[in-house]
């Protein structure tokens, strides 16, 4: 076993375990589904893992669906409550993907803050107690109008969970109503949407989360 950082543990089966999950991401974008999966990803930096993640499932995805299922323009929507530092560095200077991230800040990993985007990347940093109000108000004022001036043909979601109340590593209050409607406000955005697992922390919360964004999603 090795110490990748000081968060991110490797074993010998940890890159099997994320080639899987990238794979499972993959076949959400195929399926337009939800990839239940382990390592997550939107830490991962082009050259190096961090944070948990080995390999960026959700950026992964992106390109997938751009190359092979020839989708031009693709929009990344992530409410894990850490910024997904890695999916922007990836994306950063490429006009084809759209990223928008609504996280804790100031926190983990310290990026994201008031100022930090483009044209094609929009962060939304919420004080810490924030919960279902702010989420939806920042998604609905600033997150949505940008993506719908991208005119993206997928949007996938980084869907993290640990912006909720009961979270152990956080400091968000967002319920499950708040995560129905943060997906369901997401597969309005494009003709397609898919969605990858990322943070959450709470094993007696989680199952109903994912259910909760499923449903939204559905709607």
Excluded at 26 to 44: K, N
Excluded at 84 to 110: C, K, L, R
Excluded at 159 to 184: N, Q, S
């Amino acid at each position: 076993m090795a110490m990748l950082d000081p968060d991110t543990v490797a074993s010998e089966t940890s890159y099997e375990a994320a080639l899987l999950a990238a794979g499972c991401a993959l076949a959400a974008v195929d399926r337009e589904g939800f990839a239940l999966v382990r390592p997550p990803g939107h830490h991962a930096l082009p050259g190096r893992a961090m944070g948990f993640c080995l390999i960026d499932n959700v950026a992964v995805a992106a390109r997938y669906a751009q190359i092979e299922r020839e989708i031009g323009r693709v929009a990344i929507v992530d409410w894990d409550v850490h910024h997904g530092n890695g999916t922007q560095e990836i994306f950063w200077d490429d006009g084809s993907v759209f990223f928008a991230s609504i996280h804790q800040w100031p926190f983990y990993p310290g990026s994201g803050g008031p100022g930090d985007g483009n044209e094609t990347t929009v962060n939304v940093p919420l004080p810490g107690g924030s919960g279902d109000q702010e989420y939806l108000r920042a998604f609905d004022e600033v997150v949505a109008p940008a993506m719908r001036a991208f005119e993206p043909g997928l949007v996938l979601v980084s869907a993290g969970f640990d912006a909720h109340v009961d979270d152990p590593l956080a400091g968000m209050r967002v319920t499950a109503d708040g995560f129905r409607e943060l997906a369901r406000r997401s597969a309005a955005l494009a003709p397609r949407v898919a969605a990858v697992l990322e943070g959450g922390y709470d094993p007696s919360t989680l199952p109903e989360l994912v259910g909760a964004a499923l449903e939204g999603f559905q709607e």
